[in-house]
């Protein structure tokens, strides 16, 4: 039986700037047999180890269908991520996983979808959007609202112009520039340029914790039930599979019952999840 506690061996094929301090790594595993039988959801993490320096969990930004590679979206924040963002092109790195739940797919088919982003967490949604993108005929009405600080913290540039052939794209920044001509604003503003029936349509979102707290209680206000109102937490997480207890909260963790939540899984404790 394989010790979920060692990495497999990865190597990084490709590293693309998204932003100043973001960057996308695709990365294959040595191993073949390894690469064959990894096998994720969208919305689900992985451990990533840069040796010498330490672990830290990323959520997978790929699309499952994407069989012979996959790809995470790092932005640069502490010891790990600076250790990254040094290597190249051809170097290693230690993976553990795929963790956690991911988004329940299967739910959301016939249904329409309203993707909620924020910054950085654009990542696990990009993963769940080509998914769905890739099985278009199961969904609905697809609509993207995504909020960055400033033009150039607008992550996937280039595959958000890609989706706006096939999804209903809002986006806003915190502060312009003199290149921006679209909205302004917190990315709860963008509630005002979309239409949204509560009855037929899943809310999925992932970003800041302010974000995620009055995103939420706008989509209360227009209808949305509880159930299908669908957060990726984000916390420390250290071990992956609820054994250490670092992101537990209340009765769940992070790692084991999440990332992704229902509100209402969530609305007893929300305050302290986000």
């Not at 390894?34 to 320096?53: A, D, T």
């Not at 969990?57 to 600076?82: A, L, W």
């Not at 990542?123 to 890739?134: E, H």
Request: charged share 25%; with cysteine; proline share 5%.
């Amino acid at each position: 039986m394989k010790n979920v506690y060692i990495p497999d061996i990865v190597t990084i094929s490709e590293i693309r700037e998204e932003t100043p301090d973001i960057k996308t790594f695709k990365l294959i595993f040595k191993d073949k047999e390894v690469q064959r039988n990894f096998n994720y959801k969208p919305g689900q993490f992985i451990e990533l180890s840069v040796f010498g320096y330490g672990e830290a969990p990323f959520s997978i930004s790929s699309s499952p269908n994407q069989q012979n590679f996959f790809e995470i979206t790092v932005k640069r924040v502490g010891d790990v991520t600076n250790a990254l963002f040094k290597l190249n092109e051809g170097n290693a790195v230690g993976v553990r996983g795929p963790f956690g739940n991911g988004f329940p797919t299967h739910k959301f088919e016939d249904k329409n979808i309203l993707f909620i982003g924020g910054g950085i967490g654009l990542a696990p949604l990009r993963s769940l959007i080509n998914f769905v993108l890739s099985n278009r005929e199961k969904y609905g009405e697809l609509t993207l609202m995504y909020g960055a600080r400033t033009p150039k913290d607008i992550v996937f540039k280039k595959e958000i112009e890609t989706w706006k052939k096939h999804v209903d794209v809002h986006l806003t920044v915190d502060v312009g520039d003199e290149t921006w001509k679209g909205t302004v604003g917190v990315v709860t503003v963008l509630f005002k340029e979309i239409e949204v029936d509560p009855k037929n349509t899943v809310a999925v979102m992932c970003g800041p914790p302010i974000m995620m707290h009055f995103v939420t209680k706008e989509l209360l206000k227009l209808g949305f039930p509880e159930d299908q109102i669908f957060l990726s937490l984000e916390r420390l997480m250290k071990c992956g599979i609820g054994i250490c207890g670092h992101c537990n909260i209340g009765r769940k963790y992070v790692c084991k019952h999440g990332p992704v939540f229902t509100y209402k899984e969530t609305k007893d404790f929300l305050e302290t999840a986000i």
